[in-house]
């Protein structure tokens, strides 16, 4: 048997979310029905979770396969059974063991929002209609607060399972404008449910005055779930990278294999403020 590391790009906007569901078409279900008459073994692994409606270019997945591929042809063939709102953009051979999700040392999420009274339609799909402008300075100054390590409770969702942690560690937060597109990024080693999309909400409150810097950044404070908020709309958010610290993905399908760390919570080139 052989295990894949698959790269995806998905448009999430017809998908009831990334893991298997029974009653609602999935990212893993989908990947999994492409893979059945290949030779899958078990079920596909994904390196996080996506709600209904999101989308990524770089969620990472695992399958093991019962006999040998090469790479590229394994790709090749998985997009010809894929749905057109799916593709495999990268395949690899994976090391021995891989788990694309404890092996990530840290995700990246984009949320984009589309700043103005006049919809675009070309956009709607992608990016959120912030229909009013927002004060982008207070907005930095508010989620400068969140690089580093924290209990992101108010951020987040309750956890699937009782005692589970809340703190998580922040690598970067970054807010670009272009034109009427308004980007923010996140990079940390893993979020809570719901959490970048409520950190945007918040943010956005921060943007309009309806809420200050030092209030948002006192939900820092709060260990009580589902504070922050309103969660942003999940239509603007992507999950762009999941990275890890044993191989990339290359264009001619190989991977860069490195020593394993063993300090998962570690930047993969430190923290780096870009607000």
């Known amino acids: 048997m052989q295990t894949f590391a698959l790269k995806l790009e998905y448009d999430g906007a017809a998908f009831g979310g990334s893991q298997y569901q029974a009653n609602a078409r999935s990212v893993q279900g989908a990947l999994e029905a492409a893979l059945a008459s290949l030779g899958l073994c078990g079920r596909v692994a994904l390196a ?6 999101v989308h990524a270019e770089g969620q990472v997945a695992a399958a093991t396969l019962v006999r040998p591929w090469a790479a590229s042809d394994l ?41 103005g009274s006049v919809r675009s339609p070309l956009r709607r799909r992608h990016a959120w209609h912030v229909r009013y402008e927002v004060d982008e300075e207070a907005m930095r100054t508010a989620a400068s607060a969140l690089v580093g ?20 560690r922040m690598f970067d937060v970054a807010l670009r404008r272009d034109g009427r597109l308004l980007e923010l990024e996140f990079e940390a080693t893993a979020f809570l449910p719901h959490q970048v999309r409520r950190t945007v909400g918040a943010l956005v409150e921060v943007g309009r005055g309806r809420l ?9 404070q709060v260990a009580a779930p589902g504070v922050a908020g309103p969660a942003a ?40 403020r870009r607000l």
């Not at 390590?149 to 998580?168: N, P």
Request: hydrophobic letters at 40%; proline letters at 5%; charged letters at 25%.
């Open 48 to 53: 996080g979770r996506t709600d209904a409606g």
């Open 75 to 115: 790709q090749c063939a998985i997009n010809a059974r894929l749905p057109e709102d799916a593709a495999v953009v990268a395949a690899a051979v994976a090391p021995e063991g891989f788990d694309p999700r404890r092996w990530a040392v840290s995700r990246r999420y984009r949320y984009r929002m589309l700043i």
């Open 149 to 168: 390590e924290h209990d992101f409770a108010a951020f987040g969702g309750r956890l699937g399972s009782a005692g589970g942690s809340t703190r998580r």
């Open 212 to 220: 200050t810097v030092e209030e948002f950044q006192a939900m820092l």
């Open 233 to 272: 709309p999940p239509h603007g958010l992507c999950l762009v990278a999941v990275r890890y610290d044993c191989f990339d993905f290359h264009a001619a399908g190989a991977m860069s294999l490195a020593q394993r760390g063993t300090g998962a919570g570690e930047a993969p080139t430190g923290d780096r």
